[in-house]
């Protein structure tokens, strides 16, 4: 009797339990309310948002492209005389291109107040002159076996290099440079390959380089080096150029100059291993960082490297500009950048103050469009 009425108890208890005890969670068919905070949070599906935010940022559809080199005068545009086309497809490279690839010459730092070299009024006619030996071109002050033959021709040599150096210092970067550094900004430059040596470009905010040049790839890369800087035969030692060692005339005997000085650096080195009483390993001499004729390029192969990243990249855009392209090296470098940026459908421009020779575009194989006229011209079409 006792044990009937203890179970009758407990299941009393239980049925109890059941009834007034709330489940621990609710059950799967019961909606959750939604509190005010959440209420205000929009749906957004990100496989739907993705396509949208590529296809704001998509280049438009090129409506108009001229046929394979073309001439588009620049100055005649601008003064209003037609080429409303042409000038819409150099608008349209600069402006929605992605990966553009700038190969520079002389020709962009002209309006600073730089001489180019090849011009009538370049370095190549300005310098020329007379020695010991006879006559000498100004080309002759840019072949290694002629700087360094005699002193006559060092002296000459570090007059000139004193001269460029004092007038990059002083000159200011120009439009085409500054224009240049607002699309490396917005991040659609992939490369400036520069063939000038005043950095007039690497100054400015966007342009920078390495100095040596380093990996990863800067994005102005210098291929005939800096009149800025000077480095040292033995230790690869670099510094900036100081003009004050250099001697430029036969009678400058300032400050003991000589005429290629020597490796402070070096010679520091000598006076430690003479203390120590170590042999002499001797000491290097300075010259500037400028890569001349006849000389194996100390930067070449990292240069090459980078080439081959640059086009692995897929470029879009070539622009050849201020340059006639006399360098075989560079001459080559385009071409590899024409074929693989034109197997892309992709733009190549070539700007130039003077018509290009039909043996230089049968070099590079193909060009969109020829500008004829001032490069500083071209950000007047925005």
Known sequence: MVQELVQDQISADLKENKTSRLPLTPPATVEKKRTDEKEYVSKVSPKKLLPQLKKNNRKPRLKYRPEAFSIFHLTDYLDGLGGDKDA?????????????????????????????????????????????????????????????????????????????????????????????????????????????????????????????????????????????????????????????????????????????????????????????????????????RVVLYNEMHPEGDIIGEITSHDIKKKPDCLIVVGTSLQIPGVKQLCKQFAQTIRARKGIVLYLNKDPPSQSLLDALGWVDLVVLGDCQDVPKLF
């Not at 730092?109 to 300005?126: E, H, N, W």
């Not at 100081?242 to 400050?255: A, G, L, Q, V, Y």
């Open 88 to 288: 819409d497809f150099v608008r349209y490279a600069l402006k929605h291109s992605k990966r553009i690839i700038t190969v520079a010459g002389a020709g962009i730092s002209v309006a600073a107040g730089i001489p180019d070299f090849r011009s009538k009024t370049g370095l190549f006619k300005s310098l020329a002159g007379k020695n010991l030996n006879g006559p000498v071109s100004g080309k002759d002050l840019f072949d290694f076996n002629q700087v360094y033959s005699c002193d006559e021709m060092s002296i000459k040599f570090n007059g000139m290099i004193t001269s460029l150096h004092k007038l990059a210092q002083e000159s200011e970067s120009t439009e085409f440079h500054f224009m240049l550094n607002e699309i490396a900004g917005e991040g659609r430059l992939q490369r400036l390959y520069t063939q000038n040596i005043d950095g007039l470009d690497t100054r400015l905010t966007h342009l920078n380089t390495k100095i040596p040049l380093d990996k990863p790839a800067p994005m102005t890369v210098q291929l005939h080096g800096s009149v800025n800087h000077v480095e040292c035969n033995m230790c690869s030692m670099i510094d900036k150029l100081n003009p004050s060692i250099f001697k430029c005339h036969s009678e400058d005997t300032t400050n003991n100059t000589q005429v290629v000085p020597t490796c402070s650096q070096c010679e520091e080195y000598e006076t430690v291993r003479m203390v120590a009483g170590l042999r002499s390993k001797g000491v290097g001499k300075l010259r500037p």
